[in-house]
């Protein structure tokens, strides 16, 4: 069966460390890969995406994300965190002939001072 | 760019009662999104319209729930009758077109409460 998973729930973070989120699928081919951030009371936004070609993709925000085909990995890093990235941080998935977007369950971000 | 409209952001009502709840998407797309979070179940897909039609609803959870876009511009969500379960963050989204290469643009949610 085709899934997305987020191992971390919740992760702490001081602010200006890095912060890695992890994200594996399972799926027959490559599908297309998604990071979308949803702050406190508001819509989700993407942050980055993944078609093909550079497996290293650079988003908004200073959030950049890698594809390893070997691993069914897109883990989303960014090197210096700031209070504002204090977020829940969705995963998300789609086949390149369908509409569906298949989201994991989601890592909330706190960022300590 | 006005991005995807909501409303309303925020709607409590008493079981039993009917909620509808309005999306105008981005002009120019031509796919629409339904989708309901809660903490137990994350984010759902509820239901998909391209070109205004309704394409796949296998996600509406019961026929209390209902969907309509009459035109390009305007969808609704309706709920009728309401229980306690369906309190949720209701999410209405839009894309360019319904392949999987186009971002879908969230709008801001509307919370309902049903007490």
């Known amino acids: 069966a085709q899934s997305v998973t987020q191992p971390d729930i919740h992760i702490t973070v001081s602010e200006g460390a890095s912060l890695e989120l992890r994200c594996n699928y399972s799926y027959g081919a490559t599908p297309y890969l998604f990071w979308y951030v949803q702050s406190p009371g508001q819509g989700l936004q993407l942050l980055l995406k993944y078609f093909s070609g550079d497996t290293l993709v650079q988003g908004i925000k200073g959030f950049e994300a890698e594809f390893k085909r070997s691993q069914s990995s897109f883990n989303l890093r960014k090197p210096s965190v700031h209070w504002s990235d204090a977020a829940e941080y969705f995963c998300a998935v789609a086949l390149s002939n369908d509409y569906k977007l298949s989201f994991g369950a989601g890592t909330t971000v706190t960022v300590r001072a | 760019d006005a991005g995807v409209i909501q409303s309303p952001r925020h709607e409590v009502t008493e079981m039993g009662q009917e909620v509808t709840l309005r999306c105008k998407p981005i002009?120019?797309?031509?796919?629409l999104f339904w989708y309901r979070q809660t903490m137990m179940r994350g984010l759902e897909l509820l239901i998909y319209?391209?070109?205004?039609?309704?394409?796949?609803d296998s996600g509406m959870p019961e026929d209390r729930f209902s969907a309509k876009m009459p035109n390009a511009s305007f969808s609704t969500l309706k709920i009728q009758p309401s229980e306690p379960r369906d309190s949720a963050v209701y999410f209405c989204a839009s894309s360019i077109s319904g392949s999987g290469l186009n971002e879908q643009f969230f709008g801001p949610g509307t919370r309902l409460t049903v007490l």
């Open positions: 002009s120019g797309h031509n796919s």
């Open positions: 319209f391209n070109n205004n039609v309704p394409i796949d």
